[in-house]
């Protein structure tokens, strides 16, 4: 597998230099089933120092474990069973995974180990008057900022669903962006990108886009959010019921901008 994510890092990069991709995309994904079902929040760390630049593998490597299972153990173990920093009488990670507050501040403390720069967070529903046009360029602007200083972006995906006449939330994942094009027009409705699934460990293509229909809108009007097409995710799909509305939207994303 390793060989195979070699052959393919090599031939992207060579063919195409217009887009960003992560400095170490070879070392490939975590598969977070190596531990547990609700592991995808510690797997898309640790997937994203040892495909980060030297300065982030070198956090990696600091990690106690010998394998993937062992590092992952220790995180969850040493850094997850803390207090929830945002949730009260909660640990950060429970049977129910981590949230991106909690998720930011493990990043923050694993790379002090090497006195590496806090990684920070920043939520992805528009902000104020922000246009969905403006939205679209501050995710891509984060995701490329952050693969340019070497440290590929941690982000947090959602099902929302319509369901008894308001969106709800259905199910949360964390993928590893690993790719995205290095310029987009300013005018741009959408963009593709490359991450790592910690679900079984796979790579697999999506796109953000500004969704033709409202979805979680305030005034029925325009999204509050992008639509994250991606096709390959399982993300919350066996919860919904027949005829139901639902979409996977950007929530979060942890990173260096």
Not at 19 to 33: D, K, Y
Not at 44 to 51: D, G, H, I, Q, V
């Amino acid at each position: 597998m390793r060989l195979s994510f070699l052959l393919l890092f090599l031939l992207l990069t060579a063919v195409h230099a217009d887009e960003r991709w992560a400095p170490h995309a070879v070392a490939g994904p975590v598969n977070q089933l190596v531990v547990s079902g609700n592991a995808c929040g510690p797997a898309a760390l640790l997937t994203s120092f040892r495909c980060g630049d030297e300065s982030w593998r070198a956090v990696s490597e600091a990690i106690p474990g010998k394998s993937d299972r062992s590092k992952l153990l220790y995180i969850i173990k040493a850094y997850g069973l803390k207090p929830s920093i945002s949730l009260k009488d909660r640990k950060r990670w429970t049977r129910h995974g981590i949230n991106a507050e909690d998720l930011t501040q493990i990043a923050g403390e694993l790379a002090a180990v090497k006195a590496s720069p806090a990684p920070r967070s920043d939520q992805l529903f528009r902000k104020g008057r922000e246009k969905p046009l403006k939205l679209v360029n501050r995710i891509h602007d984060h995701l490329r900022d952050s693969l340019k200083r070497g440290f590929p972006p941690v982000l947090s995906v959602k099902r929302y669903v319509h369901r008894q006449g308001q969106w709800q939330s259905l199910q949360g994942h964390f993928i590893t962006v690993v790719r995205v094009p290095e310029k987009i027009d300013r005018k741009a409705s959408s963009f593709t990108f490359t991450y790592f699934d910690p679900w079984k460990g796979k790579k697999h293509e999506g796109t953000f886009r500004i969704p033709t229909t409202p979805i979680i809108s305030a005034d029925g009007e325009s999204s509050s959010c992008l639509e994250s097409f991606m096709p390959s995710a399982d993300i919350g799909r066996k919860l919904l019921k027949g005829g139901e509305r639902s979409f996977v939207v950007p929530v979060m994303v942890i990173g260096r901008w």
